[in-house]
């Protein structure tokens, strides 16, 4: 069964710098996301990714980040310059109908 | 603006029993409305999902939730609980195919021997 991917499943950084985590959505699929789960609270949205283009981004989803389609395959989420508040565990998902999710990156910044 | 609430933060029952967790639904639209599940250290996994067809939806691992307009609910229940059911359950919003999915706070499910 074709599944949404995630690298890396871990990724430690320092403040400040620069990090980019990496999704392969299911090949079909048209609509890209990406949310997060701040440890012990609820998932949510941060930005939602169609036609090479954002369609919907959340407040949260401010000018220290950005997705992009590199290629055919990769859906990415770069943060500039993280903060210890990014530390969370990230889902990319795709949807042809219901959205996938993968089995997320956990973020920790320190 | 849509939004979802989850009843319970933490449910517990023992093996066999029925499990009940409860999910209220606001939102201007016709909504879809889902059921996710996340085990320990594990990612998101769809457990069912309604989308104005049926009320009654069926899911996986014996799961099911009936979409009740009238209450603005949408419970999840399953006769007879067994210890692989325990986890964290999220009820899930959603305006629009493609629109984005907004979580309600989680459930977690606990299941006694």
């Known amino acids: 069964e074709p599944e949404v991917t995630q690298t890396p499943s871990h990724q430690v950084t320092q403040m400040g710098q620069e990090v980019i985590l990496r999704c392969v959505p299911i090949s079909n699929h048209l609509y890209f996301y990406w949310y997060r789960q701040i440890l012990g609270q609820k998932v949510e949205f941060l930005v939602s990714f169609y036609n090479n283009e954002i369609s919907e981004k959340s407040e949260i989803f401010d000018d220290q980040f950005s997705v992009e389609r590199p290629d055919g395959s990769n859906f990415t989420l770069k943060i500039r310059s993280t903060k210890l508040e990014d530390s969370a565990m990230y889902f990319c998902?795709?949807?042809?109908?219901?959205?996938?999710f993968g089995p997320g990156t956990r973020l920790t910044v320190t | 603006a849509q939004s979802v609430t989850q009843l319970d933060s933490h449910v517990s029952v023992s093996e066999g029993t029925p499990v009940l967790l409860r999910c209220n639904y606001s939102s201007s639209y016709s909504p879809s409305l889902f059921w996710y599940v996340q085990h320990p250290n594990k990612g998101l996994q769809l457990l069912l999902k309604y989308t104005s067809a049926a009320t009654l939806v069926k899911g996986i691992n014996g799961f099911e939730a009936e979409f009740k307009k009238s209450e603005t609910s949408f419970h999840l229940t399953k006769p007879s609980a067994h210890m692989s059911d325990a986890a964290e359950y999220f009820c899930?919003?959603?305006?629009?195919?493609?629109?984005?999915?907004?979580f309600g706070q989680g459930t977690e499910l606990s299941v006694k021997p």
């Open positions: 998902a795709s949807t042809y109908y219901e959205q996938y």
């Open positions: 899930v919003v959603s305006n629009s195919q493609g629109g984005k999915l907004i």
